[in-house]
């Protein structure tokens, strides 16, 4: 029955310095309701949401969520946020952000950076690849040799 997830919320300490952090990344600004300190964000033609709600500082909870991008952008990614002042975090996995990691159990390649209040946020490219059952992590350039030599 249940086909996605459509919609997700997330805790900010500054409405006005998270709509701009979205705006930078991409994200579509739909709606912001100033009297309770939300805003909503349409990603992608399907139109999902990003809702972020204004909270005392001490409220926040570091959250964690991904966003699905293309290959192509993702080997891209790093370069990208590291130019437009996103903080990439330090280590994906215990792996330097050199390079997109791989989850070798799904597979997908991911690179991992912060929003203004820590939030983890993902940028993920589901690879066409068949999943290998482990929970070891490999630089995508890593992962790629793996495949030429299983095929």
Request: no cysteine.
């Given at each position: 029955?249940?086909?996605?997830?459509?919609?997700?919320?997330?805790k900010?300490?500054?409405?006005?310095?998270?709509?701009?952090?979205?705006?930078?990344?991409?994200?579509?600004?739909?709606?912001v309701?100033?009297e309770?300190?939300?805003?909503?964000?349409?990603?992608?033609?399907?139109?999902?949401?990003?809702?972020?709600?204004?909270?005392?500082?001490?409220?926040?909870?570091?959250?964690?969520?991904?966003?699905?991008?293309?290959?192509?952008?993702?080997?891209?990614?790093?370069?990208?946020?590291?130019?437009?002042?996103?903080?990439?975090?330090?280590?994906?996995?215990?792996?330097?952000?050199?390079?997109?990691?791989?989850?070798?159990?799904m597979?997908?390649?991911?690179?991992?950076?912060?929003?203004p209040?820590?939030?983890?946020?993902?940028f993920?490219?589901?690879?066409?690849?068949?999943?290998?059952?482990?929970?070891?992590?490999?630089?995508?350039?890593?992962?790629?040799?793996?495949?030429?030599?299983?095929?």
């Amino acid at each position: 029955m249940i086909k996605s997830i459509v919609e997700t919320h997330i805790k900010v300490s500054n409405l006005e310095n998270s709509i701009s952090f979205y705006e930078k990344l991409g994200l579509k600004l739909a709606h912001v309701i100033e009297e309770k300190r939300r805003a909503f964000f349409f990603l992608g033609k399907e139109k999902n949401m990003l809702g972020i709600r204004e909270v005392p500082q001490g409220e926040v909870i570091r959250d964690h969520f991904a966003l699905g991008v293309n290959i192509n952008d993702l080997e891209k990614s790093i370069s990208w946020l590291k130019s437009n002042n996103f903080l990439v975090s330090k280590t994906f996995f215990g792996k330097e952000p050199s390079e997109p990691i791989v989850h070798a159990w799904m597979p997908a390649a991911s690179v991992y950076f912060e929003d203004p209040d820590g939030h983890s946020l993902e940028f993920i490219a589901i690879l066409e690849d068949e999943p290998i059952p482990t929970n070891e992590i490999f630089y995508l350039s890593e992962w790629r040799k793996m495949q030429k030599n299983t095929e």
